[in-house]
């Protein structure tokens, strides 16, 4: 079943993160790693994706350069910064807390 | 070390100047390729699957343009950053550079403090007397409306009040204000005497002043016998209430009427200027308002919208036309609107403009010190500047870094600046005349810090550019050839003579300004007031109509207390008088002499008062012809007036005043009774020491009819000539009064030698502090001829060592060099001749008893600016004549 980026609950940027600190990629790869990883529950919206890595980018979570892709052209790869690193940390504890606790609910031993 | 994305992308920025558009683009066409792939490689046909790919992105072009925004927002941070980064660099190596050398980095702070401290210190107060708007709501629309006669303001009557309120479409509101003294009791302690206005109910919202406490008055109380309500002052219900909130509800007894206290007004009502500690309704009775030729009501207005000032005015002068011949007694003639504030400030603004104008020069004249000495600490780090040019600095980036010397030197002394002004702000508010509107609301606010920082970046500016200009254009070779000479040393010589003749100039014209002034002063000091001002000790009395409401027993009071001060031991002589010399506050009124025809345009404007028997004696105000009041003149007998000599010039020119006579105040029988002249006495000043004096015009006070006591307020001044200091008789006269009237306490005591100095007051301080700036600039010029002169010394060592080597006596060259130094003064005192003797013309109302042209202060202030500079000349090439020939010839 399909889940569409709005309904990830602001975790696309964590999500982002993730991917990236396994190294860098562009854009499209990132798409493909969090389809595949999530056994296609998971189908990013190409209209939220972009507009997060740049935001991420302004921030300075993440950051570009122009290097060879599969098709022998250019794309822009971006990879993780320190900071990126911490965000990440952060945003996954607070992703824990946050499943825990509804877990705790809707789901009683 | 930067981090690899930024020296990425500050190579590609160097390599490819691509677009952040243009990469958006990329990056979302590169994408839709890889999903088309995906799709086909799925089976689907291309053109499909590129729809779907493209679909994928919602709408792309809105997608495209988010991130380009986004991305562009990103590089304009980048550049900020880099921005502030370089410089924070440049700051840091500036702050080492000035570090090292700490001679010049003090001097020329302190220039520049002084210069910005001074101009920060005066704008504070420019803005706060005369910049800042009133503190009503929509202050520009605020007006006075003066009844006008023969150009001369006055108060209104108020059957023109109700008039011009009846038929007036130019203004949303018109209210009256009419001032008022008050006895007032509270409680068992003593009465006093205090100011109030009478005001009408929508006087307050109409100006929109609010309540401190309680509320203003309704309409039903604006009507008599509803009206025993009062509004206090804040600074009043502050001062003798202590702030009481309970005050509402109480209360007082005002001229022995009981009123209620119903509110409190905020302090804003003061900037009306009343001083009023008391407001009450002003409750018109229906005598009132038929009247319309007795009037002391201030109309206050505010225009409606669109109208304009001049609009207004005409509609009023039609008005006026009208009214003149429907209403008795051409009171109502004429009407002139002013705004509010600049009746307010009026006076001010040009005083303080000027003021602010000669620190400014103060200012330029610190700038360009700082320019000298840093063209000087150029000159001798060419050496520098040539090798971090050899090595690849562009010019521009030595000159950013030059300016931001300059800006974190302009930086320090606009810091040690603002201490200054805030004790230079102090400093003025302590000494300033204490007329001067808002002027204990200056202070270091917001606009004025703001103001101090303009002036720091626009200083850093004025001083910083033409020397970093130079400073970066070294000539390479010459400069780090040894001895570094190259043709700019020059040029940049005959840049800092043209500074010097600049700080000459301006230093000149504040000079001038200073020296026409203190001759002013000077001048002025020397008026004879026309009367002995020491010794004198006055004070102001009024009796309240309540206890006095007959004219004998006003007549009779004032009379026994001249008798009893008189009888004081060290008493001379005493009198009492409505109107005393100085403080310029005389009543006027239009008479018409005897034999002449009715018509206006034979009416002489007196300045006329009441005066019992003893006021030119205890003045010591000569008596020229004639005599003075005496006992014959009492009620009843034929009414004697006494009149002044300018008074009889313009009345009577060539004729024996005595005997002739003019139609006095009206005697109640609808006629006027006619007053025969039998003294005329010496001119003495009634306002102030600059006008010329008036005609004047005295009545006998036990003859004057009770109108015009009315109009006077049932009060006079006690004068009294006292042997020893007659301040040091005050509880004796005080204690003479309370024999007559143990209730009545006295007002505005003062000699009349302190109110002599309170008028002259504001021009000394004009004089006081033009003079400081000027010295100020002087200083600071002398200075910076001292420097050019000494750099001069230093430069030509060399060239010195030659001449003398070469045979020439030390006198010759100490001329060389002195004629070095005086070379740009002299060109700076041309110009600035020039340019004072145009600029002068804006002392034109500061100045009395000189041109503003006047040849004395234009020969001798150039004279001691030469003289001064000669001196800080002539002091460096002294050492010029020390060099060593052998030595100076080696370097």
């Given amino acids: 079943m399909a889940v569409a980026a709005k309904d990830l609950h602001g975790t696309l940027d964590a999500l982002i993160l993730k991917t990236l600190s396994w190294g860098p990629r562009h854009g499209y790869a990132i798409a493909r790693w969090l389809e595949d990883t999530s056994a296609d529950e998971l189908v990013i919206e190409e209209g939220s994706l972009y507009p997060a890595l740049y935001r991420m980018e302004r921030k300075g979570w993440i950051e570009a350069e122009w290097g060879e892709s599969e098709l022998g052209r250019k794309a822009k790869l971006y990879h993780l910064t320190t900071v990126g690193r911490k965000q990440l940390r952060a945003e996954t504890e607070e992703w824990a807390r946050f499943a825990g606790a509804v877990s705790r609910i809707l789901l009683p031993a | 070390m930067p981090r690899p994305g930024t020296f990425g992308r500050q190579l590609r920025s160097l390599l490819w100047k691509a677009s952040v558009a243009d990469e958006v683009d990329a990056e979302l066409a590169f994408h839709v390729e890889m999903r088309t792939r995906e799709y086909i490689a799925r089976g689907l046909d291309p053109e499909l699957a590129r729809a779907k790919a493209v679909g994928r992105f919602g709408d792309l072009k809105r997608v495209n343009d988010t991130c380009r925004r986004i991305g562009e927002g990103r590089e304009r941070d980048m550049r900020r950053a880099e921005w502030i980064h370089e410089f924070v660099q440049d700051a840091r190596y500036a702050l080492r550079q000035l570090a090292r050398m700490p001679g010049f980095t003090a001097?020329?702070?302190?220039?520049?403090?002084?210069?910005?401290?001074?101009?920060?210190?005066?704008?504070?107060?420019?803005?706060?007397?005369?910049?800042?708007?009133?503190?009503?709501?929509?202050?520009?629309?605020?007006?006075?409306?003066?009844?006008?006669?023969?150009?001369?303001?006055?108060?209104?009557?108020?059957?023109?009040?109700?008039?011009?309120?009846?038929?007036?479409?130019?203004?949303?509101?018109l209210v009256p204000a009419e001032y008022r003294n008050f006895t007032l009791v509270t409680g068992d302690r003593p009465a006093e005497q205090v100011t109030g206005e009478r005001v009408s109910a929508d006087f307050f919202p109409a100006l929109g002043i609010g309540m401190r406490l309680g509320r203003p008055f309704s309409k039903d109380e604006d009507q008599p016998g509803r009206d025993n309500v009062v509004v206090l002052s804040e600074r009043f219900w502050k001062s003798r209430f202590n702030?009481?909130?309970?005050?509402?509800?109480?209360?007082?007894?005002?001229?022995?009427?009981?009123?209620?206290?119903?509110?409190?007004?905020?302090?804003?009502?003061?900037?009306?200027?009343?001083?009023?500690?008391?407001?009450?309704?002003?409750?018109?009775?229906?005598?009132?308002?038929?009247?319309?030729?007795?009037?002391?009501?201030?109309?206050?207005?505010?225009?409606?919208?669109?109208?304009?000032?001049?609009?207004?005015?005409?509609?009023?002068?039609?008005?006026?036309?009208?009214?003149?011949?429907?209403?008795?007694?051409?009171?109502?003639?004429?009407?002139?609107?002013?705004?509010?504030?600049?009746?307010?400030?009026?006076?001010?603004?040009?005083?303080?403009?000027?003021?602010?104008?000669?620190?400014?020069?103060?200012?330029?004249?610190a700038c360009v010190n700082v320019a000298n000495l840093l063209l000087a600490r150029g000159a001798a780090r060419g050496k520098e500047i040539s090798i971090r040019a050899a090595l690849g600095a562009g010019r521009g980036r030595v000159l950013r870094q030059l300016l931001s010397e300059s800006v974190v030197l302009a930086g320090i002394g606009g810091v040690l600046g603002l201490i200054f002004a805030f004790w230079g702000v102090r400093a003025l508010k302590g000494l300033a005349p204490n007329d001067v509107p808002r002027l204990d609301e200056a202070g270091l606010d917001l606009v004025t810090v703001a103001f101090?920082?303009?002036?720091?970046?626009?200083?850093?500016?004025?001083?910083?550019?033409?020397?970093?200009?130079?400073?970066?254009?070294?000539?390479?070779?010459?400069?780090?050839?040894?001895?570094?000479?190259?043709?700019?040393?020059?040029?940049?010589?005959?840049?800092?003579?043209?500074?010097?003749?600049?700080?000459?100039?301006?230093?000149?014209?504040?000079?001038?300004?200073?020296?026409?002034?203190?001759?002013?002063?000077?001048?002025?000091?020397?008026?004879?007031?026309?009367?002995?001002?020491?010794?004198?000790?006055?004070?102001?009395?009024?009796?309240?109509?309540?206890?006095?409401?007959?004219?004998?027993?006003?007549?009779?009071?004032?009379?026994?207390?001249?008798?009893?001060?008189?009888?004081?031991?060290?008493?001379?002589?005493?009198?009492?008088?409505?109107?005393i010399p100085i403080t310029g506050l005389s009543a006027q009124s239009n008479f018409i002499p005897e034999g002449r025809a009715d018509d206006p345009a034979n009416a002489i404007s007196f300045n006329f008062r009441l005066a019992t028997p003893g006021v030119f004696q205890t003045l010591r105000i000569p008596i020229k012809q004639g005599r003075d009041f005496d006992d014959r003149d009492v009620a009843g007998s034929p009414c004697v007036i006494i009149v002044n000599e300018a008074a009889a010039k313009t009345t009577?020119?060539?004729?024996?005043?005595?005997?002739?006579?003019?139609?006095?105040?009206?005697?109640?029988?609808g006629g006027r009774t006619p007053c025969s002249v039998v003294g005329v006495v010496g001119d003495a000043h009634d306002d102030g020491l600059r006008e010329a004096v008036r005609p004047q015009l005295y009545f006998a006070s036990a003859q004057a009819p009770g109108a015009l006591w009315f109009a006077m307020q049932r009060s006079m001044f006690i004068l009294a000539r006292t042997t020893g200091d007659p301040r040091a008789m005050t509880k004796q006269l005080q204690a003479a009064v309370a024999r007559v009237d143990p209730a009545l306490p006295m007002f505005d005591i003062r000699t009349m030698d302190e109110r002599i100095s309170a008028s002259l007051a504001t021009g000394k301080f004009n004089t006081l502090l033009l003079t400081a700036l000027g010295g100020i600039g002087l200083l600071l010029a002398a200075v910076g001829i001292y420097g050019v002169v000494a750099y001069f010394v230093t430069q030509r060592t060399g060239e010195i060592g030659l001449r003398m080597a070469l045979g020439a006596t030390p006198g010759r060259v100490l001329r060389l060099v002195v004629g070095q130094g005086m070379r740009p003064v002299v060109l700076g005192i041309v110009v600035g001749v020039g340019l004072a003797g145009a600029a002068s013309r804006l002392l034109a109302s500061l100045v009395f008893g000189v041109g503003t042209r006047d040849p004395l202060t234009f020969l001798a202030v150039p004279a001691m600016l030469g003289l001064v500079a000669l001196a800080a000349s002539v002091l460096p090439a002294r050492r010029a004549i020390r060099v060593d020939p052998t030595k100076a010839l080696q370097s």
């Fill in chain 2, 452 to 579: 101090a920082l303009g002036a720091t970046a626009l200083s850093s500016i004025v001083f910083g550019i033409v020397p970093a200009l130079r400073t970066a254009r070294p000539d390479l070779q010459g400069a780090l050839r040894e001895g570094g000479r190259g043709s700019s040393l020059v040029a940049r010589d005959r840049v800092r003579q043209l500074l010097v003749a600049a700080e000459v100039a301006l230093s000149l014209m504040l000079l001038v300004g200073a020296g026409l002034l203190i001759r002013s002063g000077i001048i002025l000091q020397r008026v004879e007031p026309g009367f002995d001002t020491a010794h004198v000790f006055s004070a102001w009395l009024a009796l309240p109509p309540a206890q006095y409401e007959s004219l004998e027993s006003v007549r009779a009071a004032y009379d026994r207390i001249v008798t009893e001060v008189r009888a004081v031991p060290g008493v001379q002589s005493a009198a009492g008088v409505t109107v």
């Fill in chain 2, 107 to 173: 001097v020329s702070a302190l220039t520049l403090a002084i210069g910005i401290g001074a101009t920060t210190a005066i704008f504070s107060i420019v803005n706060a007397v005369v910049l800042r708007p009133l503190p009503f709501p929509e202050p520009d629309r605020l007006v006075r409306v003066y009844s006008n006669r023969r150009g001369a303001d006055g108060s209104s009557s108020a059957a023109a009040f109700l008039a011009w309120r009846e038929r007036s479409h130019s203004f949303s509101q």
């Fill in chain 2, 652 to 669: 009577w020119p060539n004729e024996n005043p005595i005997g002739k006579r003019i139609p006095g105040p009206r005697d109640g029988g």
């Fill in chain 2, 243 to 365: 702030g009481d909130s309970a005050i509402i509800g109480r209360s007082v007894r005002l001229n022995a009427v009981e009123h209620v206290v119903i509110g409190v007004v905020s302090s804003k009502a003061d900037v009306l200027g009343a001083d009023a500690s008391v407001w009450v309704p002003i409750a018109f009775t229906a005598a009132e308002r038929a009247d319309s030729r007795k009037g002391y009501l201030d109309v206050f207005a505010r225009l409606a919208p669109g109208v304009s000032v001049a609009q207004a005015q005409s509609e009023m002068s039609a008005i006026a036309k009208r009214l003149e011949t429907e209403l008795e007694d051409n009171r109502a003639n004429g009407v002139r609107i002013a705004s509010l504030m600049e009746v307010y400030v009026g006076s001010y603004r040009s005083r303080l403009l000027i003021l602010l104008g000669a620190v400014g020069f103060v200012l330029l004249i």
